[in-house]
Every structure is written in structure tokens, then in C-alpha cells.
């Protein structure tokens, strides 16, 4: 699968991770904190998890909703999984705020302003990745 951009962790980095999934913060200044839960071998299908991972992935990517709930304070935080594109199981857990460039629309959707592009800072990501390290190590 040498194509497959998550195999090849072509984006991101990673902030969390054991040997099933992992946690990749996207750099993205207009959706600060943007994350994506990825599971490590390459599934199409939720369906195709034993039940075990899939209650395993789903309650990372609520403990990752809820950590950025309390790092950045978003409007909403949407979650999807699609992977027409890229189909390898993976969630986009994505803070929203009323000023970034979509909101309300999805952030896939029409653009409406500019935006404030405002990325992360050092400080924010290490609170991330104490958070995330509390919240999903142990
Ligand atoms: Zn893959």
C-alpha cells in the first residue's frame, strides 16, 4: 500500500500513540488543534474491527474531542470519517470556531471569510500533549 497516505504518514505529526492507532496533529492554523485518529494497519471498514478496537478507536477519538474541548474552547467539534480518498480507517476530530472560514458550513464546504490563521503555539501543543498522554495512557 505504498500509495496510502496514512501507511505513509505523509502529514502531521504524532502526538499520541500505541501499537493500534494513533493521534496526528495536522498543521493547520485555521482549524487550531485539528487532530486525526488513525489506526495503525490499513482497514478499510469500522466494520471490518473486531469489537474490542472499534470501542478502542471510538473512545479515543471522544478522548481527543474532549481534550480539545479543554485545550482551545471550539464553538462545536465535528467528527467525520470518510476515506473515499484514502481508505485506510481514520477520524478527523476538528475544533470549530464562529471566525474560522467555513463556520457554519462543514470546514470541506463553501468559504465564507477569511479566517484568522492562527496556528498553534508551543506552548498550546505541549498542554495537547499533556492532556492527551493523561487522558488516553493508561
Ligand atoms: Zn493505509
Not at 486525526?36 to 478507536?57: G, P
Not at 478522548?63 to 476515506?83: D, H, I, M
Not at 474560522?100 to 498542554?127: A, C, M, Q, T, Y
Request: contains cysteine; aromatic residues 8%; neutral net charge.
Amino acid at each position: 500500500m505504498m500509495s496510502c497516505a496514512i501507511c505513509n504518514q505523509s502529514e502531521g505529526e504524532i502526538v499520541w500513540g500505541d501499537n493500534t492507532m494513533r493521534v496526528v496533529l495536522l498543521d493547520h492554523p485555521d482549524y487550531k488543534g485539528y487532530c486525526r485518529v488513525e489506526l495503525v494497519n490499513h482497514i478499510k471498514e469500522m466494520s471490518d474491527l473486531d469489537e474490542i478496537l472499534q470501542f478502542k478507536i471510538m473512545h479515543c477519538v471522544f478522548k481527543v474531542e474532549a481534550v480539545l474541548r479543554k485545550v482551545f474552547n471550539p464553538e462545536k467539534v465535528n467528527l467525520a470519517s470518510l476515506g473515499n480518498k484514502t481508505p485506510h480507517i481514520h477520524w478527523h476530530v476538528i475544533p470549530r470556531f464562529k471566525e474560522d472560514p467555513h463556520f457554519p458550513n462543514s470546514h470541506w464546504g463553501e468559504k465564507l471569510r477569511e479566517g484568522l490563521h492562527k496556528s498553534i503555539s508551543l506552548e498550546e501543543k505541549k498542554v495537547l500533549i499533556k492532556f492527551l498522554n493523561q487522558s488516553l495512557s493508561q
